[in-house]
């Protein structure tokens, strides 16, 4: 790398290289933004990153010219890598760096890591955009040689004014960096400052969001700890099933408005009248941690009291007699000594998971079915006779979706695929991966039914959220629903709900069956989960609210649905 160091001042090349590196990912960001907003968030932070890169090179000028040297490539090494990393967040997910990749970087295991660099690293758009940084480089190390430095300092009124503006920009704006997100977030709305469409800025709030995770574990391990209410329950015999998807579009499956044949085990079914499809269900997030947490709890979304401060219905249902099961095909028991790991790692903390389950799995396999196999082994040893709660948590149509089936089980091929969008033939494969591993999905859930099938018995499945696979736009994966565009909702938030009932049970609760079927057009969204669990049950409990619950005659459907994101679905 040339010398960039001069004792007279500094390189304008670089100082404008490190704007630009800093300001590009700004520029993806301004995507759905009202047109003043925009003008207004790209002249803040033209000035602001300006001012902070001029500010590092005078810091660094001040150096030997050999660590002068060694600060500049630790500090552009730095730079490409965010810059970078944030094009490439904002281009294939819409999303820069924030609390929720954070959290699924520190949660992300072997497998799924191997399977999101083959889907997305190793793609030809983002190859490419790692030949745009070098070409970038190497046009700033050519500029280096032919532009001489400034003056570290401004002899010109003008440039010395400039200089004193960007240093008072700086420090007015230190008052946003406190210690506490929530502090720094309130600080921001009560003044109206730009700073809140900075990504530096955004991405420091995520780390103290990141922390603040931990402290809500610790809350939810007092709250269960803590939880001594003497709970009633009038349902004596039978067994619940609960099926937790994953990344399940319900506008991809022909139990809905799907186009494809995807579920002919679940529609066989349907046709015998003892599954009901709810037909407008949605997640209140597109994450999967951040719904597990708020659908296991008891609170619901815009509630005072946030998740961890109310009990998890897992605990409330062993407090009534209920040998609670869980098994996950995404993470297993053995990775319960990380805090955080894989998806819904939140009770990892063995302090949680040792209140809320009766056994927990210890293995995961390379496809669901081998899952419900291995509990189908092991089915004597880990149930009661009776009132067992089994929670199957599958890998579903997880990204790579072409990873989630057995070869031997591709239905759909690239040539069946129909959009009105010009695909390539990579993104129809894509299509055509994601429709296989929802009818094996299919298949899986079936297996489950079978199992349970001559019990007495209720079998729920829904998935955690959805998935967009290139359903109107040129979009594989979920993105920043606060700031992309409204259709987006409909991809990543629609899931299926179903509730099956076994003919033992549906003989001797022919209400039951009334009350689903009136409610299979009710709104309603996952995070009131546990309403329905207790209301199904019968479980009596100061936690319980029958307005929530979806099947209940008393149940207040929302006009509109508040997410976790603090918008409204409608």
């Given at each position: ?6 004792h007279?001042?500094?390189?304008p ?8 590196l ?9 995507r759905?933004?009202i047109?003043w907003?925009?003008?207004?968030a790209?002249?803040?932070n033209?000035c ?9 090179c ?7 010219p050999?660590?002068?040297r060694a600060?500049?490539i ?5 730079l490409?890598g ?6 490439f ?12 990749i954070l959290?699924?970087l520190?949660?992300t ?7 999101f660099v083959?889907t997305?690293i190793l793609?030809y ?5 790692v030949?745009f940084?070098?070409?970038f480089?190497a ?5 280096l040689?032919?532009?001489k ?10 440039g010395?004014?400039l ?21 720094n ?19 420091y709030q ?14 939810c391990?007092?709250?269960?700890q ?16 609960l ?7 319900r506008?991809?499956?022909n139990?809905?408005?799907?186009a ?5 085990r ?8 003892r599954l009901f ?7 209140s997030?597109?994450g999967?941690?951040?719904n597990?947490?708020?659908f296991?709890?008891?609170a ?9 401060d ?10 009534c007699?209920?040998?609670v099961?869980?098994l ?15 998806s ?17 799995g ?7 079915e081998?899952?419900?196999?291995y ?5 004597k ?16 149509q ?15 091929k690239s ?6 969008l010009n695909l390539s033939?990579a993104?129809r ?19 489950i ?16 959220h959805?998935e967009?696979?290139?359903?109107y736009?040129?979009q594989?994966g ?10 987006a ?18 003989a ?17 969204m996952t995070d ?6 207790f ?11 029958a307005a929530?619950?979806l099947?209940n005659?008393?149940y ?8 976790q ?6």
């Amino acid at each position: 790398m040339p010398n960039i160091h001069n004792h007279k001042g500094i390189n304008p090349i670089v100082c404008a290289a490190m704007t630009f590196l800093l300001m590009l990912p700004e520029l993806f960001m301004l995507r759905g933004q009202i047109w003043w907003e925009a003008v207004v968030a790209t002249l803040f932070n033209v000035c602001f990153y300006a001012a902070l890169s001029y500010l590092i090179c005078i810091l660094f000028s001040l150096a030997k010219p050999r660590v002068e040297r060694a600060l500049h490539i630790v500090s552009h090494s730095f730079l490409v890598g965010y810059s970078l990393s944030n094009v490439f967040l904002l281009l294939s997910f819409n999303r820069h760096w924030d609390a929720y990749i954070l959290q699924f970087l520190s949660e992300t295991n072997a497998r799924e890591s191997s399977e999101f660099v083959h889907t997305f690293i190793l793609s030809y758009h983002t190859l490419g955009l790692v030949a745009f940084y070098a070409l970038f480089i190497a046009a700033e190390l050519w500029g280096l040689k032919r532009v001489k430095p400034w003056p570290a300092w401004a002899k010109s009124k003008v440039g010395r004014a400039l200089e004193i503006a960007g240093m008072m920009l700086l420090v007015s704006h230190a008052f946003f960096f406190g210690s506490d997100a929530m502090t720094n977030d309130n600080r921001v709305g009560m003044v109206h400052s730009p700073i809140k469409r900075n990504a530096i800025w955004n991405l420091y709030q995520s780390v103290l969001m990141h922390k603040s995770f931990a402290q809500e574990f610790d809350r939810c391990a007092q709250t269960l700890q803590s939880y001594n209410e003497p709970v009633l329950c009038k349902e004596r015999a039978a067994d619940f099933v609960l099926i937790i998807g994953e990344s399940f579009n319900r506008h991809m499956s022909n139990l809905y408005d799907g186009a494809y044949d995807t579920n002919p085990r679940l529609r066989q079914r349907l046709a015998g009248g003892r599954l009901f499809v709810f037909r407008d269900v949605i997640a209140s997030d597109n994450g999967t941690t951040q719904n597990f947490k708020q659908f296991l709890s008891t609170a619901s979304v815009g509630q005072a009291r946030q998740w961890c401060d109310a009990p998890l219905f897992p605990l409330v249902l062993r407090r009534c007699g209920y040998n609670v099961v869980f098994l996950s095909n995404q993470f297993a028991g053995a990775e319960m000594d990380k805090r955080f790991n894989a998806s819904m790692g939140f009770f990892n903390d063995p302090r949680i998971a040792s209140l809320l389950f009766d056994y927990r799995g210890t293995r995961t396999f390379a496809y669901d079915e081998q899952l419900v196999t291995y509990y189908e082994q092991q089915r004597k040893t880990l149930e009661q006779p009776k009132r067992n709660f089994v929670i199957f948590h599958l890998y579903g149509q997880h990204q790579r979706a072409s990873e989630r089936f057995p070869e031997g089980d591709t239905y759909f091929k690239s040539g069946d695929i129909r959009s009105t969008l010009n695909l390539s033939e990579a993104e129809r494969q894509s299509v055509a991966d994601y429709l296989n591993a929802t009818r094996y999905n299919d298949l899986v859930v079936d297996h489950i039914i079978r199992l349970f099938e001559k019990r007495n018995a209720i079998v729920l499945y829904f998935a955690d959220h959805g998935e967009e696979v290139y359903n109107y736009r040129h979009q594989l994966g979920r993105t920043d629903l606060a700031t992309d565009v409204p259709r987006a909702k409909r991809e990543q938030l629609d899931v299926p709900f179903l509730i099956y009932l076994t003919s033992s049970y549906a003989a001797v609760h022919s209400d039951m069956v009334a009350r689903l079927r009136a409610a299979e057009g009710r709104p309603f969204m996952t995070d009131d989960l546990p309403h329905v669990i207790f209301d199904i049950l019968g479980v009596r409990t100061r936690e319980f609210v029958a307005a929530k619950s979806l099947i209940n005659a008393q149940y207040q459907a929302p006009r509109k649905r508040l997410l976790q994101i603090k918008k409204w679905y409608e």
